[in-house]
């Protein structure tokens, strides 16, 4: 038996689970990791932390999250409170509870691709028709194509990714202001990446009074080291946080994930230490693949995309002889890297140039 012969849904059918090679090489720079470990004395507070959970683990969580909730939000700033934040397993899952509550079966989900390639599976997983908008040639996307293209297919939610992944491309604060003049339903902007933003580049949460169908979205397995602990979250109006409370599991996010976030968020400036080292190897990585001549896309998250390459599937697998494991996202001619440690870019750039001879 296979999966075809199952009473599977329609739209999933011919679908492949969503997930990056998972291979064991010395330099992994494919999923847009922290390569920095959790410092030690964030370490040694998550433990204490966890302790001090553990004899209690007979007892079901914070349903609400409340103390977690209100540390997001003073992290957040701009006064948001408690109210205004929802945290869940990972910003896959706030984004799964978006399109549960907003979305589903008659509805329609907008994204402007090649954007974050989960949010049409999430889609078509809730029975949300998914539809393509348009980037420009140079990946990036302005505000008049954009308020085009939400009156054209007049969405129930739209997403827009800044920085976007795998272009590393943020959005100005005009095109979102334009998707939420044009748009009757849900904006949500992913903002994953958004500690990593260079100086200037602005955030959507600064327009969060503009609309109460405004979203956005973080994460904590970026810039603070926290991917195994799968800790995401959102800021939105209260009565977005009252829906999502319609759809949520009960009891979603455990009491060691509480008490782990919490803890790293109590040293913040420690694990947001490693973001402006991770900037510096981006933009190194920038300089370095343009003096190679290739096309190098600006990145304000912690990863580049770059082409020119011909044939991408060669180089990377040619790369991955050379134990230096990087992203091929489906893009003709393209490939994206992590920017990691000064250690990992030399082997990087060593292993690319190694690639490139072969291409030639």
Same mark, same amino acid.
């Given at each position: 038996m296979n999966l075809d012969d199952l009473p599977i849904r329609d739209e999933l059918r011919g679908s492949t689970p969503y997930g990056a090679p998972q291979l064991d090489v010395p330099v992994a720079l494919n999923t847009n990791e922290n390569s920095y470990p959790v410092p030690e004395a964030v370490v040694e507070a998550i433990v204490a932390a966890v302790r001090e959970e553990a004899s209690g683990l007979n007892r079901y969580p914070d349903r609400e999250a409340t103390a977690l909730r209100a540390d997001l939000a003073r992290y957040l700033g701009h006064d948001l409170t408690v109210a205004n934040v929802w945290a869940a397993n990972?910003?896959?899952? %706030?984004?799964? &509870?978006?399109?549960? !509550?907003?979305?589903?079966?008659?509805?329609?989900?907008?994204?402007?691709?090649?954007?974050?390639?989960?949010?049409?599976?999430?889609?078509?997983?809730?029975?949300?028709?998914?539809?393509?908008?348009?980037?420009?040639?140079?990946?990036? %996307?302005?505000? &008049?194509?954009?308020? !085009?293209?939400?009156?054209?297919?007049?969405?129930?939610?739209?997403f827009l990714c800044s920085p976007n992944n795998p272009t590393g491309t943020a959005l100005g604060l005009d095109v979102v202001e334009a998707v939420l003049a044009e748009s009757r339903g849900m904006v949500i902007v992913d903002e994953a990446y958004a500690e990593f933003r260079r100086p200037g580049t602005p955030s959507a949460i600064s327009r969060l009074g503009l609309s109460p169908r405004l979203v956005v979205t973080r994460t904590m397995s970026k810039a603070f080291a926290l991917a195994g602990a799968r800790l995401g979250y959102l800021a939105a109006d209260p009565a977005v946080v009252d829906a999502i409370q319609l759809v949520r599991l009960p009891y979603h996010l455990s009491s060691i994930t509480q008490a782990a976030a919490r803890a790293a968020l109590a040293h913040t400036d420690a694990l947001l230490a490693t973001v402006e080292a991770i900037k510096e190897q981006r933009d190194r990585i920038v300089s370095s693949l343009r003096t190679r001549g290739l096309e190098v896309v600006p990145s304000d998250a912690n990863f580049v995309l770059f082409g020119g390459l011909g044939d991408q599937r060669a180089v990377w697998q040619r790369m991955l002889t050379q134990g230096v494991l990087i992203r091929d996202v489906g893009l003709p001619g393209y490939l994206r890297v992590t920017a990691g440690t000064p250690a990992e870019t030399d082997a990087f750039l060593e292993a690319l140039d190694f690639s490139l001879k072969g291409q030639a």
């Open positions: 990972g910003s896959n899952e %706030v984004l799964q &509870e978006l399109l549960q !509550a907003f979305g589903g079966p008659g509805r329609t989900a907008l994204g402007f691709t090649p954007a974050y390639s989960m949010h049409p599976i999430l889609s078509r997983g809730t029975g949300t028709d998914w539809i393509d908008g348009r980037r420009n040639d140079d990946f990036s %996307v302005d505000a &008049e194509s954009a308020a !085009a293209d939400v009156r054209k297919h007049d969405p129930d939610v739209v």
